[in-house]
């Protein structure tokens, strides 16, 4: 059964880092595309970060470009975001997500979430 499992979140302040992973299990995780998303109450799901099934390729959402990092370890089944200089509007809980095609700079046919991993970023 396919399985994502994010951790990794936290409460830091402004100017912290933190790395959050995905593990998963119960499918060809060498095979998908993935991508992090996160949320805050009362918003619509956003997307952060999107890579390709081989990890060759990596697109961001302007507001965390150079300071987000995502890639994807297919000999371990887990997907990876680093994040530094944290802002309070990076707050949300981040979720990654398991995808069957990457086209137009992201993961489509979006198969598989993960349960959520809350990030806290004060000020």
């Known amino acids: 059964q396919p399985h994502l499992v994010e951790s990794g979140g936290g409460s830091v302040q402004a100017g912290g880092s933190l790395n959050l992973t995905c593990a998963g299990s119960g499918f060809l995780f060498a095979g998908y595309c993935m991508g992090w998303y996160r949320q805050t109450p009362g918003q619509d799901r956003e997307e952060v970060a999107h890579i390709t099934s081989s990890g060759s390729r990596t697109t961001y959402i302007d507001s965390v470009k150079g300071r987000f990092t995502i890639s994807k370890d297919n000999a371990k089944s887990i997907l990876y975001l680093s994040m530094d200089n944290l802002k309070p509007e990076d707050t949300g809980v981040y979720y990654c997500?398991?995808?069957?095609?990457?086209?137009?700079?992201?993961?489509?046919?979006?198969?598989?979430w993960g349960q959520g991993t809350q990030v806290t970023v004060s000020s």
């Open positions: 997500t398991a995808g069957v095609s990457f086209s137009r700079n992201r993961c489509q046919s979006l198969a598989y």
